[in-house]
T-cell receptor
Framework: AQKITQTQPGMFVQEKEAVTLDCTYD???????LFWYKQPSSGEMIFLIY??????QNATEGRYSLNFQKARKSANLVISASQLGDSAMYFC??????????FGQGTRLTINP | DAGVTQSPTHLIKTRGQQVTLRCSPK?????VSWYQQALGQGPQFIFQ???????QRGNFPDRFSGHQFPNYSSELNVNALLLGDSALYLC??????????????FGNGTRLTVT
């Protein structure tokens, strides 16, 4: 069965510092996709970045990058130069086959000024 | 270009009642999925609709049912509400042709409180 584990319930970071949010996953299927979503207090899930299991390079989207280590089954999100607006819940999710996402428990990130 | 819209934003119901939540997908999207997010948890998949049919279902009882209309909008119905049904209900959409490596777009959710 698919499983996503996020071991950091909360993270506190100073503004402008980089931060790494951990995510490990478990699957026996060689084909899968990994997503990171941001959820502010408003509730909306905002897509940040995607990594496919066959992608050779780590995904990057602006200040977001995904440190994909396939052998270790990890897909950590790196946010460079953090901003106050980055404070939110962050969810790692995995998808296999037809469009069902399995989410982790999330990490609450707080950026301090 | 409107994103995924959900209504209502908040709802308070009593145990045993029935509730209907509504979702309009992002323009051009034809697949709609519903997720339940309990407080402090990650979202859990309820079901997915495509071409007006339920295509996938998560581990939820039959009290949870849905519908998709010809214009791709969708409803989530929950019967015989329990206190444990209190949660944020998220609707997500995608254009099927984009493939499963394209992101699901989520709405702001409906917060249901059962008393």
């Amino acid at each position: 069965a698919q499983k996503i584990t996020q071991t950091q319930p909360g993270m506190f970071v100073q503004e402008k510092e980089a931060v790494t949010l951990d995510c490990t996953y478990d699957t026996s299927d060689p084909s899968y996709g990994l997503f990171w979503y941001k959820q502010p207090s408003s509730g909306e899930m905002i897509f940040l970045i995607y990594q496919g299991s066959y992608d050779q390079q780590n995904a990057t989207e602006g200040r977001y990058s995904l440190n994909f280590q396939k052998a270790r089954k990890s897909a950590n999100l790196v946010i460079s130069a953090s901003q106050l607006g980055d404070s939110a819940m962050y969810f790692c999710a995995m998808e296999q086959g037809a469009q069902k996402l399995v989410f982790g428990q999330g990490t609450r990130l707080t950026i301090n000024p | 270009d409107a994103g995924v819209t959900q209504s209502p934003t908040h709802l308070i119901k009593t145990r045993g009642q029935q509730v209907t939540l509504r979702c309009s997908p992002k323009s051009g999207h034809d697949t709609v999925s519903w997720y339940q997010q309990a407080l402090g948890q990650g979202p859990q998949f309820i079901f997915q609709y495509y071409e007006e049919e339920e295509r996938q279902r998560g581990n939820f009882p039959d009290r949870f049912s849905g519908h998709q209309f010809p214009n791709y909008s969708s409803e989530l119905n929950v019967n015989a509400l329990l206190l444990g049904d209190s949660a944020l209900y998220l609707c997500a959409s995608r254009r099927t042709e984009s493939g499963y490596n394209s992101p699901l777009h989520f709405g702001n959710g409906t917060r249901l409180t059962v008393t």
